[in-house]
């Protein structure tokens, strides 16, 4: 049943980072491909910095135990997503979503879980 509680922690974790980013250029109607004004780069990486630690922050609080683990995946899974997409982009098409993802977001996802972990081992 852990496993399964683990699985659940991590699923949710990324689609809080993933269905963010979705809206964020669907909404704006921007296209995350290609070049964009520095202000909109800045405010979306700001905005995926945030998501990527609150996908941490949860993945750990549903995991339980092991909360560094969980958000650990949540980066890995950020990550691998952003370096495929890297790998397959065309030639020409702009990168810098993928690059915030790996550089930035990522790692913002594994700061989320260890906030929490600080929180929860703060109050015991």
Known sequence: MAILRSIFAVLVGYLIFAVSGFALFK?????PHSSDSLGFM????V??????????????AIGGKFEIEHSLAVAALIAAVGAASLLISSTGSSVW???????VMAPAAMGGGFLRSRMLHRTE
Request: aromatic share 16%; proline share 0%; glycine share 10%.
């Open 97 to 103: 979503t993928q690059l915030a993802a790996l550089l």
């Open 27 to 31: 909404f704006s109607g921007h296209d």
């Open 47 to 60: 905005y995926g910095v945030f998501f990527a630690a609150l996908a941490g922050f949860v993945a750990a």
């Open 42 to 45: 800045i405010l979306s990486i």
